[in-house]
């Protein structure tokens, strides 16, 4: 299944920091993300979380493609100093937490609701690809300027935490074989 357990039997959202069952994912080259990414969209999983796979996979891509091009977006700069003075190290190279909400003004950030997961991640390949081959990182809006490491060392962390909400459904173990062998 790909419907978001708050799609799942109820209109109510799901309130993404009290999600429990989610799993650690850490992700160290892009390519480990993209891995990921197609396992989820050729396989089944259960989504813990508000949003479609193809609805996470689409946001994953566009926060890449942004981290190369620009960010729509500006942040008051009280926020700015208090980000990049406690929280900056933490989101580049430890899990980011869940359940932070996006003000209404960062609504470029989010995805379509129609985002299929096929799409999603076709656009992820295409975004990772980018980060891969491409040198610039533009300014980040929160942390600010970026070495090209840490720029992709916090896509992988922001990945991490919205891929933690797709559980892979594992295949039934075969059942013992009772034949006696000779």
Same mark, same amino acid.
């Given at each position: 299944s790909t419907t978001p357990a708050a799609a799942a039997g109820s209109s109510a959202t799901v309130q993404a920091r009290k999600v429990s069952g989610r799993r650690t994912v850490r992700y160290e080259p892009c390519d480990d993300l993209l891995r990921a990414a197609e396992g989820a969209v050729h396989g089944n999983v259960q989504l813990l979380g508000n949003w479609s796979?193809?609805?996470?996979?689409?946001?994953?891509?566009?926060?890449?493609?942004?981290?190369?091009?620009? /960010?729509?977006?500006?942040?008051?700069?009280?926020?700015r100093w208090i980000a990049r003075l406690f929280l900056k190290r933490r989101a580049i190279y430890r899990a980011v937490p869940a359940g932070f909400k996006l003000p209404r003004r960062a609504a470029k950030l989010l995805p379509p609701e129609n985002a299929t997961p096929a799409d999603?991640?076709?656009?992820?390949?295409?975004?990772?690809?980018?980060?891969?081959?491409?040198?610039?990182? +533009?300014?980040?809006?929160? /942390?600010?300027?970026?070495?090209?490491?840490?720029?992709? +060392?916090?896509?992988?962390?922001?990945?991490?935490?919205?891929? +933690? /909400?797709?559980?892979?459904?594992?295949?039934?173990?075969?059942?013992?074989?009772?034949?006696?062998?000779?």
């Open positions: 796979l193809g609805q996470i996979l689409t946001h994953l891509a566009m926060a890449m493609e942004m981290t190369i091009d620009g /960010f729509p977006m500006r942040v008051a700069p009280p926020v999603g991640l076709q656009r992820l390949a295409r975004a990772v690809a980018r980060m891969q081959q491409e040198q610039q990182r +533009s300014v980040h809006p929160v /942390f600010g300027k970026l070495t090209r490491e840490e720029a992709d +060392s916090l896509q992988l962390r922001h990945a991490e935490l919205h891929m +933690s /909400f797709v559980i892979p459904e594992t295949a039934p173990a075969p059942a013992p074989d009772t034949a006696e062998t000779p």
